[in-house]
């Protein structure tokens, strides 16, 4: 069964803490894996992609990583702000138009 | 660039009345979805369309019902509204190359709706 399982489920850190969420996956065939940063009240908006040939990837204070053999996927978050403060979502897709979405790492930081 | 945009942002009904949530996008993406997020869960699909004029059934698709007229609009219909159906709604767009990989997805800002 196609299932994406990210860990923790919530983490509170303090701000200019850098922190690390994580995602599993056992989505097959694999197409490409994705982490949204979804703030309050608002839709979900993409950080990074990761394909298979893809092991490190940074967007600002965001570096992603995918360990294609394991199927595992981090999201490490450096020197965090208090607008960091969102729900995290891993998404693998398995092919067109088929995503499969984990429930999320909610992630407060405090000052 | 307005990318997703979906109205109504807020809706209250009463059970058995009915609505339309509109979703439109302006990327010219061949791929729309409805998706409902309730608190736990992920993001579960609902129906979503491949192109202009044609639709399918995602996860979770009972009780509701969509229509792609234009290839910019996508619509969410509930014909009786029951109370299971209170939740946030997200349409969603995607393209997608011509190699097959599956393209990012644009999300609009959501619609809550209470089913009474």
């Known amino acids: 069964k196609n299932q994406v399982e990210q860990s923790p489920q919530s983490l509170i850190i303090l701000e200019g803490k850098n922190c690390t969420l994580q995602c599993n996956y056992t989505v097959s065939p694999f197409s490409n894996l994705r982490w949204y940063k979804q703030d309050t009240g608002r839709g979900p908006v993409s950080l990074t992609i990761?394909?298979?040939?893809?092991n490190t990837k940074s967007n600002g204070r965001y570096t992603a990583t995918l360990d294609a053999d394991t199927k595992q996927s981090s999201l490490h978050i450096t020197a965090s702000q208090l607008s960091d403060s969102a729900s995290y979502i891993c998404v693998v897709s398995a092919s067109r138009n088929q995503f499969y979405f984990g429930t999320g790492t909610s992630l407060t930081v405090i000052p | 660039n307005a990318g997703v945009t979906q109205t109504p942002k807020f809706r209250v009904l009463k059970t058995g009345q009915s609505m339309t949530l509109l979703c439109a996008q302006d990327?010219?993406?061949?791929?729309m979805y409805w998706y409902r997020q309730d608190p736990g869960m992920g993001l579960r699909l609902i129906h979503y369309s491949v192109g202009e004029g044609t639709t399918a059934k995602g996860e979770v698709p009972d009780g509701y019902n969509v229509s792609r007229l234009k290839k910019q609009n996508f619509l969410l219909g509930l014909e009786s509204a029951a109370p299971s159906q209170t939740s946030v709604y997200f349409c969603a767009s995607s393209y997608s190359s011509g190699s097959g990989d599956t393209g990012e997805l644009f999300f609009g800002e959501g619609s809550r709706l209470t089913v009474l």
């Open positions: 990327m010219n993406h061949e791929y």
């Open positions: 990761m394909t298979f040939s893809e």
